[in-house]
């Protein structure tokens, strides 16, 4: 398979050479100009999971740009490419945000309402030709060799989308790639890692715009002419369902679903008149009623069966030897760590938490208890900025941080687990210990795309592998996290919380699902933790296994603080036994 690239980027760069029909060349070139829009699709759609309807409408903003600029001033081709991808990214990052911080079905109700809005601009406006567009663009050329329209422009189309494909293999196989691979799965997990969600939303956004504005540049000097029709909703639409067709997930999806949807669509426009024996869109029709059957029996899309004897890729282990990750300044031990100060949490008129109050030093483990119910989980996430305080405060080594982003709470030095594991399933065990580690490092997306980040990457991942030995779960790195049985999903969420080289570790029941002997390892790896000066905070219903190893312990009960104290004061306490048995006796 290593080969399949090389040989599929010769076939398509020579293809102009072959003796092959003017019909051929023309259906390869839209191929390759819808490949682009629909790849922007897979990074934002099937990676980010944002829903987007209206990217041909930066097709239009690219494809306008070329040709007014073109005709009406002489403006190189090079410069519109240029001037075009540049008004593409400003429009991105406006409608960006203005919109991503929707969610749920309102994010895709904005995408068809700017897209409308930008289309029936480009329809109304005289100076663009408004319904009749603008005609006579002139053709693109290269050190004085004109390109025309055909074999010539053929293999330009190919290089930018072959070159696209590989950049957004790479960054997706990156520091930021997996940063916005994160995005699909909430971002509560992510930004608990130190990642801002919203700017690597914007970030792909920006970068699908990006790629259907040089898609728009090329369609441009492909058809020299352009009008609105092609730019509206419906052919948004259509960009959707290539890439959902193709495997919206898959890079190379988008090739397939773009050729798929092509030529099964100039061939359905001939086929089905003759079939009816009446002229329409029909063929819309049917590419509906195919993307109810893919949706139903391959919702992964058609690159799924390809995938299916493609032997599963395994990551090169290079990082042997690679120098450690920078790490943060430790407390020392018995240092005020954190401050939990009558803290208040009420949803409306439900009180969830009420005045908790208790306090760490550094180097101790302590557990946080209780029946189901009492509000654990919501103090956890009130230390972590995951929820706002309705009162109180919290304090890290003195400094308040309550109201902070979790994010911010996270780069202090904060890290945690989740009661429900949250995690990416489709990425390697080694990857989403990797992703603990974004707060260490550095490279952006244009060094990801040029492979400048690989001296970094080798000592994330060694860090990655080393947090993984740690918790025994090494030979276990290459496996995709989603197979894994729930235990062992508990101890890789530890190691990434590990990999962000925190002060303080809290852990929302980390022993659920753990069989005796993990229940023990895991003990044995907390207790090396507290060795080494990490500090502990814990929430857990495994009573012998919180006995064992805090050193205060401070129960909760219907949101309150009902007792704090150690493991044997605690356990001796009637308020206690009454608060999980019923009765005092």
């Known amino acids: 398979m ?134 006579g663009i002139p053709p693109m050329s290269i050190f004085g060799v004109d390109l025309g329209t055909g074999r010539g422009l053929h293999p330009l189309v190919w290089v930018i989308a072959l070159l696209a494909a590989l950049a957004v293999i790479r960054l997706l196989d990156s520091r930021p790639g997996r940063a916005i691979r994160s995005l699909k799965n909430g971002s509560t997990m992510a930004e608990a890692m130190g990642i801002s969600t919203f700017r690597y939303k ?19 000097h492909f058809q020299r002419s352009v009008s609105p029709s092609p730019f509206g909703v419906n052919k948004g639409i259509e960009y959707l369902f290539m890439a959902v067709l193709g495997g919206v997930g898959q890079v190379w999806g988008a090739f397939l679903g773009s050729a798929v949807v092509r030529l099964v669509e100039d061939e359905l426009q001939v086929l089905l008149p003759q079939l009816i024996g009446t002229s329409g869109n029909f063929e819309t029709i049917v590419f509906g009623i195919v993307l109810v059957v893919v949706l139903k029996y391959a919702p992964d899309g058609l690159w799924s069966f390809v995938g299916r004897w493609r032997p599963a890729p395994v990551r090169r282990k290079d990082w042997d030897g690679a120098p450690p990750l920078a790490q943060r300044d430790k407390p020392a031990r018995g240092e005020r760590l954190l401050e939990v100060d009558a803290v208040r949490k009420q949803f409306g008129g439900l009180v969830a938490v009420n005045d908790v109050s208790f306090e760490m030093h550094a180097g101790d483990i302590v557990a946080l208890i209780g029946p189901n119910g009492a509000g654990k989980s919501t103090t956890f996430n009130l230390i972590t900025g995951v929820l706002s305080l309705s009162a109180g405060a919290v304090r890290w080594r003195g400094q308040s941080i309550g109201g902070q982003p979790s994010r ?32 260490r490092s550095k490279a952006g997306v244009v060094q990801a795309m040029l492979r400048l980040d690989r001296a970094e990457e080798r000592q994330v991942f060694a860090e990655a592998e080393r947090q993984l030995t740690r918790i025994g779960m090494a030979d276990r790195m290459h496996e995709l996290a989603g197979n894994l049985p729930l235990g062992p999903q508990r101890l890789m969420e530890i190691a990434r919380a590990l990999a962000t080289d925190p002060a303080l570790l809290l852990l929302d029941e980390p022993a659920a699902g753990l069989r005796h002997h993990e229940k023990q390892a895991l003990a044995g790896v907390l207790r090396q933790l507290k060795a080494e000066g990490m500090s502990l905070l814990l929430v857990e219903h495994d009573m012998d296994f919180v006995m064992n190893l805090a050193d205060r312990v401070v129960v909760m009960e219907f949101g309150t603080r009902l007792i704090e104290g150690t493991p044997a004061e605690v356990q001796a306490s009637p308020a206690v036994r009454a608060a999980y048995l019923g009765t005092e006796h």
Request: net charge neutral; aromatic share 12%; proline share 4%.
């Open 408 to 439: 911010e709470t996270a780069r202090l030095g904060i890290s945690r687990t989740f009661q429900h594991v949250k995690m990416i399933p489709e990425m390697t065990v080694l990857e989403n210990v990797a992703l603990g580690a974004y707060g």
């Open 2 to 135: 290593r080969f399949a690239f090389p040989a599929f980027a010769a076939l398509m760069l020579l293809l102009p050479a072959l003796p092959v029909p003017d019909f051929w060349i023309t259906q390869s070139i839209y191929i390759g100009l819808y490949s682009m829009v629909a790849l922007g699709l897979v990074l934002l759609t099937g990676v980010a999971g944002l829903t987007s309807f209206g990217q041909a409408a930066f097709v239009g903003i690219g494809a306008y740009t070329a040709a007014f600029l073109a005709t009406k001033l002489g403006v190189s081709p090079w410069l519109t490419l240029l001037i075009g991808a540049s008004l593409s990214v400003a429009t991105a990052l406006l409608l960006g945000a203005l919109t991503l911080r929707m969610s749920g079905h309102y994010l895709p109700l904005a995408t068809i309402a700017w897209g409308l809005a930008l289309n029936y601009t480009m329809a109304n406006m005289e100076w663009l030709g408004k319904y009749d567009g603008i005609l």
């Open 202 to 220: 914007l970030t792909a956004f920006v970068l699908a715009a990006l790629l259907a504005a040089v898609s728009g540049w090329l369609f441009a």
